[in-house]
């Protein structure tokens, strides 16, 4: 990662997996650009990515390299900033503009900003999606359909919805093997992520008439979720 020797990016990737900031703050100082946003990712100071980015964009053409600067650690660090701080649009829009981008990340832009008519720009072969946020985009696309056209739609699509499912599933265990549950800040997200599987299986139960109704659904989960309405930082990002 940027100009770090091989012990740093060692002890660059151990706090990044605890829940403690202090020690990021070496690596400030330390090291190059994309050092940078990777322990203010950690800190949670999206605004100064903000103003890094703006700053390279407005630079890149007088630092050595040249646009180069500009790879795809700092372009995640664009996109991850716009996300949390809830501008999930700007978020897809930069996705988009940036080749470099992990298809991965351009999924989650495009899931959180509603964009569901983009999908073959991000991924046009024939290889297939293995990851989170790839499965749940297309399985959020079909259960969307579904809402607009009907029992029917999504009776035809419930195969595939539940196979991408599956997938972010396995994916999202996949990443829970690489961490240590009791330390590490990341696994608290990725248990949320297997937990939107679950309410997507059931929203999907709900609209092909088993269980309970759509409606008393959304019910439980406002009951559910009230506690956390209104913080930001769990509900949207």
């Known amino acids: 990662l940027g100009s770090c020797e091989e012990g740093e990016l060692l002890l660059l990737r151990a706090y990044r997996q605890i829940d403690e900031p202090d020690g990021m703050e070496a ?11 990777v322990a203010w990712e950690h800190t ?6 903000l103003g890094l980015f703006d700053t390279l964009l407005g630079t890149s053409h007088s630092l050595p390299g040249g646009a180069d600067v500009l790879g795809q650690t700092s372009t995640e660090g664009l ?10 649009h700007l978020s897809r829009v930069a996705a988009e503009a940036m080749p470099a981008l992990d298809q991965e990340a ?3 832009a495009l899931w959180r900003s ?22 749940v985009y297309l399985a959020l696309k079909a259960l969307g359909q579904g809402l607009r056209l009907g029992r029917s739609s999504v009776e035809a699509h419930a195969g595939e919805i539940r196979r991408r499912l599956d997938a972010a599933r396995h994916a999202t265990m996949l990443e829970i093997g690489k961490e240590d549950l009791q330390v590490t800040k990341h696994a608290k997200s990725l248990l949320l992520r297997l937990q939107s599987c679950e309410d997507l299986d059931q929203c999907l ?29 769990l509900v949207e990002p």
């Open 205 to 233: 139960q709900a609209l092909l008439g088993g269980g309970e109704g759509l409606n008393k659904l959304i019910k439980r989960w406002h009951r559910r979720y009230a506690a956390f309405e209104h913080d930001f930082a």
């Open 114 to 135: 509603e964009a569901w008519d983009v999908a073959a720009q991000v991924h046009s072969s024939n290889s297939p999606l293995r990851g989170y946020h790839s499965n």
């Open 79 to 88: 996109v991850t900033s716009l996300t949390m701080m809830g501008y999930s």
């Open 27 to 37: 690596f400030n100082r330390r090291c190059d650009f994309p050092s940078l946003f």
């Open 44 to 49: 949670r100071e999206w605004s100064r990515s």
């Open 106 to 108: 351009r999924f989650e």
